[in-house]
């Protein structure tokens, strides 16, 4: 029970497309429209420029801290952890939030 709760955390945790909303909320522009058409910081940071680039890259990079440090609260075994990690990794680049298009 304790891993499938690890992967979904971290799935789901993973899927928050943070180029998508910082796009949107503050530039009013989908990111996937320009640039290469990617949702991750490289692309954040030339579409919308290098601060914003900046912020979702260390958005992306906590999505994963984050994932790893709520499954610790309940999971003490170094696998689980993993998964958490993993599953946020996955969760990234097949976002439910985004249509599985990272």
């Known amino acids: 029970m304790k891993i499938l709760a690890a992967i979904i955390i971290g799935y789901f ?4 497309p943070f180029a998508l ?6 530039f009013q522009k989908d990111i996937r429209n320009y640039g290469s058409k990617n ?3 490289g692309n954040a ?3 919308l420029g290098k601060k914003a680039g900046l912020a979702v890259m ?7 801290t984050l994932a ?3 499954t610790a609260l309940f999971a003490n075994d170094e696998i689980i952890l993993i998964l958490a990690g993993l599953s946020a990794a996955a969760g990234h680049c ?3 939030f ?3 298009k990272g």
């Open 45 to 47: 940071g030339r579409v």
């Open 21 to 26: 909303v910082i796009g949107k909320l503050f």
């Open 39 to 41: 949702l991750g910081g």
């Open 13 to 16: 945790l993973g899927s928050i």
């Open 98 to 100: 985004a249509n599985f």
């Open 94 to 96: 097949f976002p439910v």
């Open 58 to 64: 260390t958005l992306d990079l906590l999505k994963v």
């Open 68 to 70: 790893i440090f709520l």
